[in-house]
């Protein structure tokens, strides 16, 4: 009996040293390198300077001093036009993640716990939103924005960010299938109304769930390009991303024409600031990762 | 006992309290879902002209975008990076979830975080990225990239390596978070069933292909359903790389959806722009409907 529990995929014993084995790990170190010296490059690139990148050796550090005048560099873009973007991208992103969970948990909840007329038609609406990428309702949403005289505003940009049918469905599946029925019910026999039910006992059970739907709230918000792309044409709204785009167009520093502009952006302040539109979402990531598997795993039960 | 049921009875919640749970959602969903596709259905069938306004023009519109010479390319240019995007994400993702789950530890946390962490560089970062390590004069795999032939950015991404370039950047950008979705759902797996299978001598690879494999097969199919939507509608990378290298890689209208892109705020014709969308809505629509059959998605125990 002992050695057959030792050869489970669970024994926490070093493993022995097999074709299999070896083959396993050979794949998982190849893909590692794949995944991670993209990454690794993207993070010393500031370090060094233009002709480094070009010549010198392609993972490696450059120095400080060289990351301190890249950062000068990156400022001297429009007097520091870089940090008007982080600022309306933190706005952005914060008043997105505020609309959609007020916006999520509640619908999420009155669709997983009771059964009115046309809850099902939500649901499937639901899905299909889900499912149809942001570009296909985006001319629509322009002229909407239009003849609502919010293009170029911050408004604009902020209210489709509300609009997360995602958010619904975690929140849907983690009231249909985590939160007892019984534990609400025992809250009305208490003599507890709707609203009160909803405010003291499945609000602070929502956590997690609203943990969740705050998380993939900030992503999809932080990374949002497509909504402030089409409805702003003041590059002084734009978010991280947009302006990264712009920033890398205008001064053609991908493009081998830099020599010819006056502007001193080059590769390595490009990639910095590429680092500072990925470095917040990279931390959440860091810090979420554990939680996010016991958290994603309840949404993709039911999926 | 009869005061009990008297209240379970009453505690049938208020018609009228659901409703306004969902108020919200509901004025977002209509405002920013339902209605701009509606919206779109309509002006599909409209030509705006400067002398009598907005004519019906039936399926006008629909003929002109089948028609448009650039329209053909760009299916062809999307189906080429689906056929390369799709495989790699299904047997990517299936492979490394296996390989992670087949020997829980120390190591295979650090290489699930390693295939995660690249999910944070997405959207535009993603892109500039990619050009860098697409780049033989600046790229850590310049080796490769020189091994078959190329010697600036422009042939990186020239003709049909474009579509490769994107499924690799989509597949980097994608892979590791489905990755942690498909182990986690091999973590949900009841260890007696995993147990049972080893004493019955079941070794690690039939054990992976027929034990765990059918039973996470539904997220498999999900992952493929929701990435076969959004590979269909790709428009922000060949946008961004047009924009990026100032158009000395010509990708503006690459993918269909920056066809209709292109008509919407190049030529103002939003009728013909609305015909595309249309098009794309409603082939994302079948997938939409055949992931509700297949998955049951609506059902609730209650």
Not at chain 1, 183 to 192: D, F, K, M, V
Not at chain 2, 64 to 73: E, H
Not at chain 2, 78 to 102: E, N, Q, Y
Request: glycine share 6%.
């Amino acid at each position: 009996m002992r050695h057959i529990v030792k050869r489970t995929p669970y024994s926490r014993f070093f493993p022995a040293i097999t074709t299999g084995n070896l083959v396993r790990i050979g794949l998982l170190l190849s893909f590692a390198f794949f995944f991670l010296v993209p990454l690794l490059w993207f993070l010393a690139a500031p370090t060094k300077t233009d002709a480094q990148l070009t010549f010198g050796q392609a993972i490696s550090f450059g120095s400080w001093q060289r990351l301190e005048q890249t950062w000068t560099n990156l400022l001297s873009y429009n007097n520091g036009q870089i940090l008007v973007w982080a600022r309306n991208s933190a706005v952005y992103v914060l008043s997105g993640l505020f609309l959609s969970l007020a916006v999520c948990i509640p619908a999420g909840y009155a669709l997983a716990i009771s059964n009115f007329p046309g809850r099902r038609m939500i649901l499937i609406l639901t899905l299909i939103t889900m499912i149809l990428p942001s570009s296909a309702t985006v001319l629509p949403l322009f002229l909407g924005m239009n003849s609502l005289k919010l293009l170029n505003t911050m408004i604009g940009v902020i209210l489709p960010s509300g609009f997360f049918p995602f958010g619904v469905y975690l929140s849907f599946i983690y009231f249909a299938t985590s939160v007892p029925r019984d534990l609400l019910n025992a809250a009305r026999i208490e003599g507890c109304n709707e609203f009160q039910v909803f405010q003291y006992m499945a609000l602070p059970l929502a956590a997690p769930t609203a943990a969740l739907v705050a998380f993939f709230s900030f992503v999809g918000n932080w990374n949002n390009f497509y909504t402030p792309y089409v409805l702003l044409t003041n590059d002084n709204l734009y978010n991280l991303p947009v302006g990264l785009a712009a920033l890398i167009s205008s001064s053609g520093a991908l493009n081998g024409s830099a020599a010819g502009s006056a502007l001193p952006i080059n590769r390595p302040e490009v990639a910095l600031a590429g680092l500072l539109v990925v470095l917040p979402i990279a931390l959440v990531f860091l810090f979420s990762q554990r939680y996010l598997q016991t958290g994603l795993l309840a949404g993709a039960e039911k999926g | 006992m009869t005061t009990v049921s008297k209240r379970q009875r009453r505690k049938a919640p208020l018609p009228l309290t659901p409703y306004i749970f969902v108020a919200p959602y509901l004025v977002f969903l209509l405002a920013f879902g339902v209605l701009p596709a509606a919206y779109a259905l309509i002006i599909s069938f409209f030509k705006t002209t400067s002398a009598s306004g907005d004519v019906f023009v039936g399926l006008g519109n629909y003929i002109r975008v089948l028609n448009d010479y650039r329209m053909w390319p760009s299916v062809v240019n999307v189906a080429t990076f689906l056929v390369l995007w799709l495989p790699a994400m299904l047997i990517g993702v299936t492979l490394l979830a296996l390989l992670l789950h087949a020997r829980p530890g120390r190591f295979s946390s650090a290489m699930r975080l390693i295939y995660y962490l690249p999910g944070a560089v997405s959207g535009a970062a993603a892109v500039l990225l990619w050009l860098f390590m697409l780049d033989p004069n600046v790229s850590p795999f310049a080796v490769f990239l020189k091994a078959r032939g190329f010697t600036t950015l422009s042939d990186a991404l020239s003709g049909p390596n474009l579509a490769v370039a994107i499924a690799i950047m989509a597949f980097t950008a994608g892979a590791g978070s489905w990755i942690v979705v498909l182990y986690g759902a091999l973590t949900s797996i009841p260890s007696e069933v995993l147990e049972a299978a080893t004493v019955d001598g079941c070794t690690p690879v039939q054990l992976a292909l027929n034990i765990k494999l059918p039973m996470v097969s539904r997220n498999l199919v999900f992952m493929i359903i929701l990435s076969f939507a959004g590979g269909f509608q790709l428009l922000i990378e060949p946008q961004l790389v047009n924009q990026i290298t100032q158009g000395s890689v010509n990708s503006k209208t690459w993918s269909i959806n920056q066809i209709a892109y292109s008509y919407a705020f190049d030529l103002s014709n939003f009728g013909a722009a609305a015909a595309i969308s249309t098009c794309l809505l409603l082939v994302s629509l079948m997938v939409a409907l055949w992931i509700i059959y297949k998955t049951d998605f609506y059902r609730v125990d209650s």
